[in-house]
């Protein structure tokens, strides 16, 4: 990582040609996310506010991270990463200063996108007692809300949140000039599965009798995580095999896919 006034400056290598599916949402993302912090003058010759939050839902292992970190890539903005979970378990006060201080970073080193995991926890309804009725919950919010009130001076700074909870969100961060944009990555559908397959085959040898269309239709409900490791479970059995083999062939992956089983469910996607 390069240093900007003593901040270490990360941008992530991801591209959104290593995400399979998604073509509409890539194009959303890049829209809110890369043309404001690539073409800045153009948007405030315009008078066009570039929006300041996004909030990514869906099932987990659903590229959430990956877009988010795609986007940092396109735009070459700095990547911040937090999560919810890890803020809320600090001590009394260490949450609230960590989100500051990342928010700060992320001035300095702008043009920068942080990435919120986990959002929920945080930003979770105020009053929910599942969530955040404690103090903690509380005053991580209200922090949350100061620092997302600044970036509207701030320039070239967006948050792109995450959760798998939507409705647990507290409604003051879907206001305007905070969370506008609110987006749903769901888990692949089989022409999505494929070109999942295809990105995480890219640098395997696969033998000729292979076929990624037939796992593809015979992988319903897998997530893009749960696909990746379906290909790294292919590779491995292969070496089992033989620690000497070159290719990985179509009786490694049907071994492989006996093994596994996804974590969702029909209900969770309808
Ligand atoms: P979580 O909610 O658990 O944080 P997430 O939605 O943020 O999950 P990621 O962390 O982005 O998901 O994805 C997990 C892994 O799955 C990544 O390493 C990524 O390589 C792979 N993956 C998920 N979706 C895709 C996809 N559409 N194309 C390629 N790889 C994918």
Not at 41 to 54: C, L, Q, T
Not at 132 to 146: D, I, Y
Request: aromatic fraction near 6%; glycine fraction near 8%; charge should be negative.
């Amino acid at each position: 990582p390069s240093l900007t006034r003593g901040v270490a400056v990360e941008i992530p290598k991801v591209s959104w040609e290593d995400i399979g599916g998604l073509k509409d949402l890539k194009k959303k993302l890049q829209q809110a996310v890369e043309w404001p912090i690539k073409h800045r003058s153009a948007f405030s010759r315009m008078g066009i506010s570039p929006i300041r939050g996004v909030l990514l839902h869906g099932p987990p292992g659903c590229s959430k991270t990956t877009l988010a970190k795609a986007a940092a890539n396109a735009a070459q903005a700095s990547f911040f990463s937090l999560s919810g979970a890890d803020l809320f378990s600090m001590y009394v006060g260490e949450g609230e200063a960590l989100l500051r201080s990342t928010f700060q970073r992320a001035r300095v080193a702008a043009p920068s996108i942080i990435f919120f995991d986990e959002a929920d926890v945080v930003a979770g309804k105020r009053g929910d007692s599942s969530s955040n009725s404690s103090t903690v919950g509380e005053r991580l919010l209200s922090t949350l809300l100061t620092e997302m009130d600044g970036l509207q001076q701030a320039e070239g700074i967006l948050v792109l949140a995450a959760t798998n909870r939507p409705h647990a969100i507290d409604a003051a961060l879907m206001r305007p000039g905070r969370f506008d944009l609110l987006l749903y990555v769901p888990p692949p559908d089989k022409e999505a599965r494929l070109e999942i397959l295809n990105v995480h085959t890219r640098n395997m040898s696969i033998d000729d009798d292979v076929d990624l269309r037939t796992i593809a239709e015979k992988t319903e409900l897998f997530t893009g995580a749960e696909l990746e490791g379906l290909c790294r479970e292919a590779g491995i059995v292969a070496l089992r095999e033989s620690i000497s083999t070159a290719v990985v062939c179509n009786h490694h992956f049907q071994t492989a896919l006996s093994s596994l089983k996804p974590a969702l469910t029909r209900a969770d996607i309808e």
